[in-house]
């Protein structure tokens, strides 16, 4: 599978960006689909997580509550929801793929993860 992230850019402090990841290939929805992050000279860290079916979601700790993964099966696209940005948010943001079975936990660690899309900037301003 490819993926092709988009909809970074420029936004202020408590403003909203939503990150779509849109997949080309079959059988995306045989996928867990995750958004990680890279902010500067920082490792990169798990953001959400979202099952095959979009069943089931997991958030880092840090966006909780203020960021929401969702996925259209039909349009193979994944969306990342960013409400509340904050200047900490700050970073590339990559989505990637996890091919697993309908029963597997969706995975927060990078390296469970097969295939990946090129990254999109979302910078916030404070």
């Known amino acids: 599978v490819q993926l092709q992230a988009s909809g970074g850019g420029t936004v202020q402090a408590g403003g909203t960006l939503r990150l779509s990841c849109a997949a080309s290939?079959?059988?995306?929805?045989?996928?867990?689909m995750g958004w990680f992050r890279q902010a500067p000279g920082k490792e990169r860290d798990f953001v959400a997580g979202?099952?095959?079916?979009?069943?089931?979601?997991t958030y880092a700790d840090s966006v909780k509550g203020r960021f929401t993964i969702s996925r259209d099966n039909y349009k193979k696209t994944v969306y990342l929801q960013m409400d509340g940005l904050k200047p900490e948010d700050t970073a590339i943001y990559y989505c990637?793929?996890?091919?697993?079975?309908?029963?597997?936990?969706?995975?927060?660690?990078?390296?469970?993860?097969?295939?990946w899309g090129q990254g999109t900037l979302v910078t916030v301003s404070s």
């Open positions: 290939g079959p059988s995306f929805s045989r996928y867990h």
């Open positions: 979202i099952s095959r079916s979009g069943g089931t979601t």
């Open positions: 990637a793929a996890d091919w697993a079975i309908s029963s597997a936990p969706v995975e927060r660690t990078e390296s469970q993860y097969n295939y």
